[in-house]
């Protein structure tokens, strides 16, 4: 089934069909102080010494267990929540520096200290930073334009400090 505008834009194009690529989104994840996980993290270890040392006696001795393993979950899931990997295109930062990680198949991503930063700059589709002298760039055409602009931004102010 196409819709109006695919049979329209096959019409103009004369019977070729146009492939229009979705501009992708970048996660940006700040690390500092985050109330929410700084408090689950609190709950996980509360759970977790109730559950090893028994401070609370049960009727049923594998409550224990169940607080020490909902503990461990918690702490599990904050940090797969932090680590970026539920996203494809992310970037992680704290104020010394960031990871961005472009792509399912980038791992670990590209590691930027902001006090080694000489200079940053759009050029065309690419970010170029050059840190202690030695170029990186990094290819942001897929990525969209207030996300690229964001993300420059962000490094100019850091550079700034």
């Known amino acids: 089934m196409q819709t109006s505008l695919s049979k329209a834009l096959q019409t103009l194009n004369k019977g070729r069909c146009i ?21 689950a993290l609190f709950m996980a270890l509360i759970m977790i010494l109730f559950g090893v040392f028994e401070i609370i006696h049960f009727e049923n001795p594998d409550i224990n267990k169940y607080l020490r393993s909902a503990g461990q979950l918690i702490i599990a899931f904050v940090f797969f929540m932090m680590s970026g990997f539920l996203y494809k295109n ?9 990871n961005i990680r472009l792509g399912f198949r980038s791992l670990s991503g590209t590691d930027i200290k902001f006090s080694k930063v000489d200079k ?10 050059v840190e ?3 170029e990186k760039r990094i290819n942001l055409s897929k990525i969209r334009t207030e996300d690229r602009e964001k993300l420059l931004s962000i490094i100019l ?4 400090d």
């Not at 992310?90 to 960031?98: C, D």
């Not at 102010?157 to 700034?160: L, P």
């Open 157 to 160: 102010e850091h550079i700034e």
């Open 19 to 39: 492939k229009f690529s979705k501009m992708e989104k970048i996660h940006f994840i700040k690390i500092g102080h985050n109330k929410f996980y700084l408090l």
């Open 132 to 134: 202690n002298g030695v």
């Open 120 to 129: 940053a700059e759009l050029q065309g589709d690419e970010l170029l930073i």
């Open 90 to 98: 992310s970037v992680i930062l704290n104020k010394k520096g960031m």
